[in-house]
């Protein structure tokens, strides 16, 4: 079997998709984008499929190698998310190939569903406790909000004060023991962190997400020193490499690759497998669409110590689109108890509507991300 072409598919509400077809007529899905440079990594598949075209698409260990490592300049966003919406496509043709979902070739499940959250909020968390309570009585258990709006290296009281009311209304209108995930989001520094995360720890928080950015990481350890809530983190971080030292420091609790951007299922289950070595949780980062899902249900499914999945089912940036749209049979991902079972057809397990695909690729997306500043004028942190 050879692989012989392929097609990217821009969609919105900001996603990017990927096709690759076989001379044997088996094809696959991958999602390969950085949210707001979807065009940026479309044209970095394009290099990448290159060395692919003629290739045996079943030889993916060797195709990451060569993706990875030949072009001298490796790592980062764009290059990373390249190679893992090939990845994952490249999964999806062998586990077509060989009739099993892909967790079979990754040496089979050890869990048939994993514990799902839904997102609270916006970006300007507002009316959180209600929220959180129409997401209790879909059937969901936890939930994630952002924290803050902007924040300044040293800010006010009042904004501490601001979060601790909203998560407060969570944990009121929801309960004592529903979960409550707070995204930091990159937009605090150390010193105001280390505020809220102290302020925060009577509630009893299922994670705080993001606390400082990845390139800030040492902070951690001052951090981790002041609440006994678990830090999660790992999103904007792209290979084993980059989760390295972060779960050799021991301060992150659960680490969040993202299976779209952090180079696919192959590089994924090897960061999973890091951490679990380190005692550290997997709850892999899916702000997505649904092939980036797919992957990473297959992932959870073998993935010992992945806790709980995120997934993009009426989050704010889904406008005009969602989650379900452009695949054939979304009762597979249907949540029940708060979970999703692992989907068991071939390969990623999902149904791709082609012909929806293609019609709204008509319209593709723009998609950037705000750009906010201080009052001062300067940049704030999105």
Known sequence: ????????????????????ETDEGIVGWGEPVIEGKALTVQTAVDELMDHLIGQDPLRIEDHWQVMYRAGFYRGG????????????????????????????LLGGACRDSIRVYSWVGGDRPSDVGQAALEKKNAGFTAIKMNATEELQFIDTYAKVDEVVARVAAIREAAGPYFGIGVDFHGRVHKPMAKILVKELEPYRLMFIEEPVLAENNEALRDIAGSTSTPIATGERMFSRWDFKSLLESGYAD???????HAGGITECKKIAAMAEAYDVAVAPHCPLGPIALAACLQLDATAYNAVIQEQSLGIHYNQGNDLLDYITDSSVFAYEDG?????????????????YVRSMAQAGHRWRNPVWRHKDGTVAEW
């Open 254 to 260: 659960i680490i969040q690759p993202d299976l779209s």
């Open 339 to 355: 979970h999703v079972r692992i989907p068991q057809g071939p390969g990623l397990g999902i149904t791709i509507n082609e012909e």
């Open 1 to 20: 079997m050879k692989i012989t072409k392929f097609e990217t598919f821009v969609v919105p509400p900001r996603w990017l998709f990927l096709k690759i």
């Open 77 to 104: 966003p764009v290059l990373m998310s390249a190679i893992a919406g090939i990845d994952q496509a490249l999964w999806d043709i062998k586990g077509k190939f060989y009739n099993a979902p892909v967790y079979q």
